[in-house]
């Protein structure tokens, strides 16, 4: 009895001393993936010598998301969701908390994938206590633009109510988004809601000045009421905030709803008399 209780106290020293150098060798190699990642800053997103280093980063710790997921980012950008999204993915199975909810934002803006964005989104609702803010802006922003792109404009409209209610309590309603009131405002557009529509476009027009989409719309609200003169008025508006850069845009893909000066002109020529 006193030889097995001196083998299985050895087998515990084993064990644990296994997994004490076992963590050490993980922690050496987190070390040296980091040291080696942050080299990539100084290096052009895409560029040969910044992917070769991301491979390194990876070849030493094929588990640093950070890496997996700066390594897809490029050919995100240059429309190969077969290299993308693999990357990306790895990304999400070694730190789902922080990818998830970004992975989302991508399958939104990127490939107009509603449907898998919102799953994402729902998600990161069970990984996290805390509202998610993919890109700077909360999951339910984010479901707000999804769902109106789905036209399920009464859930767009109830996650974008959420939101700027959220937003309002938290910080005011003057630190609510532009494109928050924007998006809300074309739900309602949609849903032939026009009276509260303009609601919302006021709204950016209180707090923001200028929007070339808000006045875009807002003269189609009044186009719809026979309100012809006070339409052009908006067109007009909306044509010089477009002209001084007051519009949506993204560095690399179409925002939803997003306007040209080719709507423009379009609608002011049936105002025009």
Avoid at 103 to 113: A, I, N, T
Avoid at 119 to 139: E, K, M, R
Wanted: aromatic share 16%; net charge negative.
């Amino acid at each position: 009895m006193e030889k097995w209780w001196i083998y299985f106290l050895s087998l515990v020293v084993l064990v644990a001393s296994c997994n004490a150098q076992e963590a050490t060798e993980i922690a050496n190699r987190t070390k040296a993936a980091d040291s080696i990642f942050n080299l990539d800053k100084k290096l052009l997103q895409g560029s040969k010598e910044s992917q070769a280093l991301l491979k390194k980063v990876i070849f030493v710790d094929s588990t640093h998301d950070d890496a997996l997921r700066e390594i897809s980012i490029p050919f995100l950008k240059r429309g190969m969701p077969h290299e993308w999204k693999p990357k990306f993915d790895k990304a999400v199975k070694y730190d789902p908390q922080t990818w998830v909810p970004i992975r989302g934002y991508l399958y939104l803006l990127f490939y107009r994938d509603y449907k898998k964005a919102i799953a994402d989104f729902n998600a990161s609702d069970t990984l996290t206590s805390y509202i998610d803010h993919p890109q700077g802006h909360s999951v339910d922003y984010w479901r707000g633009i999804a769902y109106l792109g789905l036209k399920e404009y009464e859930t767009s409209i109830y996650y974008w109510d959420k939101h700027i209610q959220h937003e309002t309590k938290e910080t005011g309603e003057d630190w609510v988004e532009l494109e928050a009131f924007l998006y809300r405002g074309i739900a309602f557009y949609e849903q032939g809601e026009f009276q509260k529509a303009i609601a919302d476009f006021e709204k950016i027009k209180e707090h923001f000045k200028y929007s070339a989409e808000a006045n875009y719309y807002w003269a189609k609200c009044l186009l719809a009421n026979g309100k012809r003169n006070e339409a052009l008025k908006l067109i007009e508006e909306a044509e010089t905030d477009y002209k001084n850069q007051l519009r949506l845009s993204h560095n690399y893909v179409e925002m939803p709803y997003q306007i040209y000066l080719s709507d423009i002109t379009a609608l002011k020529s049936l105002l025009l008399p």
